[in-house]
């Protein structure tokens, strides 16, 4: 199976597992969230499946919309049953790395709020050690943004400015991101403490204790379960 093919379906099989009539769910972000999103969008027009949801980016609520998905304000929720979204990447632990697709805050806020938090990846994003593959996303206040990365630098990292078109890449919030390159991230729950106190800092990437399940896609087409 190609990527692409592995991403839709790890994405369909969490939606048909896991979304019931009568739920309220959280969006992802992301290449593998957009296939959960679109699946959803079929499940309501094809069973009529009576749903609500809420979105962890502007991408991914127009998404949703043009799926023909109601999508609310996450204040506007009471509870989320359950959040499917995808990450960059997942050690043994079910500890993950999330932000490549620049929606960190909005999606750990969604997380925290999901009875269920659904991470759907295909195998290439499996590691025995974060950091290895990718660097930790890092969102940080545009006001004194340079003193910011000297500040996370001194945890080890070299912090590269993300940008778009040779442009500073602004969140949804607002704010710029710092891709931190690590060698290897050992201890997380450490270095999650350090990093949120450097003034500045609004959140880092590092999602720890938040998935419930992981759901991985192998290129010889089963799909894996870790949790629960």
Avoid at 15 to 42: C, F, H, P, Q
Avoid at 158 to 187: H, M
Wanted: with cysteine.
């Amino acid at each position: 199976m190609s990527n692409d093919e592995m991403k839709k379906a790890v994405a369909e099989k969490a939606v048909n597992e896991y979304v019931k009539d009568g739920m309220t769910v959280g969006l992802g972000t992301g290449s593998t969230a957009y296939y959960a999103i679109k699946r959803l969008g079929e499940r309501v027009k094809e069973e009529g499946l009576k749903i609500e949801c809420t979105a962890t980016s502007v991408r991914s609520e127009e998404l949703a919309k043009e799926f023909g998905l109601v999508v609310l304000d996450v204040d506007d929720v009471d509870h989320i049953d359950v959040t499917i979204d995808g990450a960059d990447e997942v050690d043994p632990n079910m500890q993950l790395i999330k932000g490549l697709g620049g929606a960190l805050i909005r999606e750990k806020i969604v997380a925290a709020a999901s009875e269920r938090e659904v991470i759907i990846v295909d195998e290439t994003k499996l590691v025995d050690v974060l950091g290895t593959k990718c660097p930790l996303p890092v969102e940080v206040l545009k006001f004194g943004h340079k003193k910011t990365k000297f500040a996370l630098e001194l945890q080890g990292c070299e912090a590269k400015l993300r940008t778009v078109d040779q442009q500073p890449f602004v969140t949804d919030n607002g704010n710029y991101i710092y891709d931190c390159k690590f060698d290897s991230i050992q201890n997380p729950f450490f270095l999650e403490s350090r990093i949120n106190v450097i003034p500045g800092t609004v959140d880092n990437g590092l999602f720890l204790n938040t998935a419930t399940t992981v759901l991985v896609s192998h290129k010889d087409g089963t799909i894996t379960k870790m949790g629960e």
